[in-house]
């Protein structure tokens, strides 16, 4: 059973040398390996609408089989909770940094292999099963690196900006979709003979580079202040999954419901956008100017992420939250009616904000948000199953029921309006039952909403907690 933690926060040596050039070190470390997985998995988002339905499923029914190409999209969701729960039990009992290794080895690795299968034509059945395979190695790989980006970054940054420095890695997300619909746009500019036969699969085979590059910058990373502690006072969880279960279920519930806009959103507007306007358009769309509207809604987050992030600092993780998901509503019902109308620069310009702004509102914050919820016993597991569950009913659900929406409806934009706003609802909603985490103290081995409104920050302004306040 986890002890309340009832000291006040230990001020950041801010000014030390050693741990500035750490807090380098894990900024470029959670960058490089954010910027990997949504590489890999917006080029993968990218070519089920344009290339593996063609490529890797039979052709007698095209829409069915755009369908069971988003199917194999949402299989690397369902193995990222696995992924989750396997190095997100590691990371609580062996730290931050080892699980981070082997998170880019295994997901790197199959995201490469995927740029070697063969395809449907020329091995049949075998063709989609090796692609759901790495695919779901892919997702269980990925299934703890994001998390333990986001728990990396929180226990590094400084109490007073740790909503800025936590989102400065999640640049690396951006960096990835935006270097994935930059590859993309070139590449589909080949003649579609070339394009099908070995174009696709060089921004796949190219993700190597990054995995070395990551790999070398994480070998040379050392363990969180934060976990540190938990090793100089012997609290290291023996059994995490439990503790999570019995003290953290509420923080996971919470947390699922804070990504299920961000999360389903930024997939329905980069995959099923996407293919809901070449629908739209037909046969003589361009796809290599529809993939713009992912690259400049990716340029745009570079800045518009750290800057909510920023922002939280300022008026608290809840207040700004709430306004992406606020905005994202708002904007849902007038976003999939102008992408109906088939127009490449509204269509454009409607995925460049939703990616831009909605979602990176949101994303901001959420950066600092989701490690404040969780106490550091088993902060690394409750983050990634907050965040993989998550996927899986957000995310992975979105480009399937979505795309299936689509061929039973023919193409009616209300529906895919009405799925994205009750997304939205239910992170507005999330908003208002977490308890507002601004500069909680992360060595503490409770989690946030399970203690009253004073000691979860409440108050936006206080830096440190009063003992007597938690005795109470």
């Known amino acids: 059973m986890a002890v309340t933690d009832t000291r006040t926060p230990a001020p950041v040596p801010t000014n030390d040398p050693d741990y500035a050039a750490n807090l380098r070190r894990a900024t470029l470390a959670s960058s490089i ?275 909510a992030g920023h922002l939280s600092d300022r008026f608290g993780r809840r207040t700004v939250y709430r306004a992406g998901s606020v905005f994202m509503l708002l904007f849902t019902f007038p976003a999939w009616w102008i992408l109906s109308m088939g127009d490449y620069a509204l269509s454009i310009g409607v995925v460049a904000i939703g990616i831009g702004v909605a979602v990176a509102t949101m994303l901001g914050p959420q950066c600092a948000m989701l490690p404040e919820l969780f106490g550091n016993r088993h902060r690394y597991l409750g983050v990634a199953m907050a965040r993989e569950l998550s996927a899986v009913l957000a995310g992975g659900l979105a480009g399937v029921l979505g795309s299936y929406l689509m061929a039973v409806s023919g193409g009616n934009w209300v529906l895919l309006a009405i799925y994205m706003a009750v997304l939205a609802l239910i992170t507005t909603a999330s908003t208002f039952l977490a308890p507002e985490t601004l500069r909680r103290d992360l060595t503490r081995v409770d989690d946030a909403i399970k203690v009253s409104r004073d000691e979860a920050g409440e108050d936006v302004f206080a830096t440190t907690v009063s003992i007597k306040a938690v005795a109470r």
Request: hydrophobic share 55%.
């Open 33 to 307: 390996g954010s910027a990997l997985e949504y590489f890999d998995f917006a080029l993968y988002g990218l070519s089920t609408a344009l290339i593996f339905n063609v490529l890797f499923f039979p052709q007698d029914d095209p829409a069915m089989a755009t369908v069971a190409a988003f199917a194999t999209f949402g299989v690397g969701f369902l193995a990222r909770p696995f992924g989750g729960l396997f190095f997100g039990v590691l990371g609580d009992k062996l730290g931050r940094k080892w699980v981070l290794v082997a998170t880019i080895l295994l997901m790197g690795g199959a995201s490469t292999a995927i740029g070697l299968l063969p395809t449907y034509e020329a091995v049949g059945i075998l063709a989609p099963i090796l692609l759901v395979l790495m695919r779901l190695l892919q997702g269980f790989g990925a299934g703890a690196e994001q998390a333990g980006a986001t728990v990396l970054m929180a226990e590094y940054a400084p109490v007073r900006r740790r909503g800025f420095f936590a989102a400065l890695p999640f640049i690396g997300i951006q960096a990835g979709t935006l270097l994935a619909a930059l590859v993309f746009s070139m590449i589909a500019l080949l003649p579609e003979d070339q394009l099908l036969s070995w174009g696709w699969r060089v921004p796949f085979l190219a993700s190597f580079a990054l995995i070395l590059l990551a790999l070398f910058i994480r070998m040379r990373l050392r363990e969180t202040p934060t976990f540190i502690e938990l090793e100089k006072h012997e609290q290291i969880a023996d059994r995490p999954i439990r503790e999570i279960f019995s003290h953290g279920l509420p923080g996971v519930i919470v947390g699922i419901g804070l990504r299920m806009a961000e999360n389903g959103g930024s997939y329905m507007f980069q995959t099923l956008g996407l293919a809901f306007v070449m629908t739209v358009i037909g046969e003589t769309a361009d796809k290599s100017l529809l993939t713009w509207g992912v690259t400049i809604g990716s340029l745009i987050g570079v800045f518009s992420v750290p800057f």
